[in-house]
Nanobody, 124 residues
Framework: QVQLAESGGGWAQAGGSLRLSCAASGHTLSNFGMGWFRQPPGKEREFVAAISRGGVRKWYGDAVKDRFTIYRDNARNTVTLQMNSLKPDDTAVYYC?????????????????WGQGTQVTVSS
């Protein structure tokens, strides 16, 4: 099982930017489709973005489309979520996740490994 660790969370003002990184260990990241999910306070977990093993195909949730960008560096075993034009509604704990069988799943149940999460807080 691949181990995942997120970093880069923190505080930002509305309209600002943050970059989240997910570092993998224990397995070569290129074997996994990768995704980012988030859980806002008091709400259910929701899909944010996913990227295929080779990094060519990308998927985004409607709430973040055109504002967030996912990319990966398989040589460094990292996946990054660049978040621009942040809104207070983006406040959540963000998780990266790895899926072995498929690419681009938007259902969290398809992912086998999860990081511990990183808090993102956006103030108005």
């Amino acid at each position: 099982q691949v181990q995942l660790a997120e970093s880069g969370g923190g505080w930002a003002q509305a309209g600002g930017s943050l970059r989240l990184s997910c570092a993998a260990s224990g397995h070569t990241l290129s074997n996994f489709g990768m995704g980012w999910f988030r859980q806002p306070p008091g709400k259910e977990r929701e899909f944010v973005a996913a990227i295929s093993r080779g990094g060519v195909r990308k998927w985004y949730g409607d709430a973040v489309k055109d504002r967030f960008t996912i990319y990966r560096d398989n040589a460094r075993n990292t996946v990054t979520l660049q978040m621009n034009s942040l809104k207070p509604d983006d406040t959540a704990v963000y998780y990266c996740a790895a899926e072995w069988l498929t690419d681009g799943a938007t259902n969290g149940g398809s992912y086998e490994s999860w990081g511990q999460g990183t808090q993102v807080t956006v103030s108005s």
